[in-house]
T-cell receptor, first 112, second 117 residues
Framework: GEDVEQSLFLSVREGDSSVINCTYT??????LYWYKQEPGAGLQLLTY?????DMKQDQRLTVLLNKKDKHLSLRIADTQTGDSAIYFC????????????FGAGTRLFVKA | NAGVTQTPKFRVLKTGQSMTLLCAQD?????MYWYRQDPGMGLRLIHY???????AKGEVPDGYNVSRLKKQNFLLGLESAAPSQTSVYFC????????????????FGPGTRLTVL
């Protein structure tokens, strides 16, 4: 079956790098996403990667995809207190959002 | 451009009561979704719609009904609320257009926190 797994918590010090990991099971996934949820708000798309890519960089964010191991990671460089949030990994077959499977989310705590 | 809005933001119900959650989007999106978010379980899809007048069941549809009479609105109904339906409900929408690989990017509302006593 389809499943997306993430660790539930991560704590880092301000200025350090954060790495949030995700594993998924569906090898036919076309797109993989990272969404961010701030307290009291809905999810917002942070970044995404197409399944034929290994890496994508966007300012402080680096997404790495290991398709063989079905492993996705999000690295946040120079983590700030404003990065404290829940980060959701999601996989999609690209046939409509109703085919998107979300992980349980990783809560990132940034200590000053 | 308000994006996706949800009303109400908070609601407390007694077991057996009914209510309707309203979602509205102003992005002319074809697809709309209702999710529930529970601690440690991420988002679970309740129902979705691929266009005006159409709805379909998601992963956890029992106890909920939906309607999409207008393209911009998607309503979620609880006919007889149960404590197990205590959750945070999110509405989302996405475009059916496949441009730059972003066709499945979903835009979320701020959520409705529902407590059923």
């Amino acid at each position: 079956g389809e499943d997306v797994e993430q660790s539930l918590f991560l704590s880092v010090r301000e200025g350090d790098s954060s790495v949030i990991n995700c594993t998924y099971t569906d090898s036919s996934s076309t797109y993989l996403y990272w969404y961010k949820q701030e307290p009291g708000a809905g999810l917002q798309l942070l970044t995404y990667i197409f399944s034929n890519m290994d890496m994508k960089q966007d300012q402080r964010l680096t997404v790495l995809l290991n398709k063989k191991d079905k492993h996705l990671s999000l690295r946040i460089a120079d983590t700030q207190t404003g990065d404290s949030a829940i980060y959701f990994c999601a996989e999609s077959k690209g046939t409509g959002g109703f085919k998107t499977i979300f992980g349980a989310g990783t809560r990132l705590f940034v200590k000053a | 451009n308000a994006g996706v809005t949800q009303t109400p933001k908070f609601r407390v119900l007694k077991t057996g009561q009914s209510m309707t959650l309203l979602c509205a989007q102003d992005m002319n999106h074809e697809y709309m979704y209702w999710y529930r978010q529970d601690p440690g379980m991420g988002l679970r899809l309740i129902h979705y719609s691929v266009g005006e007048g159409t709805t379909a069941k998601g992963e956890v549809p029992d106890g909920y009904n939906v309607s999409r009479l207008k393209k911009q609105n998607f309503l979620l109904g609880l006919e007889s609320a149960a404590p197990s339906q205590t959750s945070v409900y999110f509405c989302a929408s996405s475009s059916a257009l496949r441009t730059s690989g972003r066709s499945d990017t979903q835009y979320f509302g701020p959520g409705t926190r529902l407590t059923v006593l």
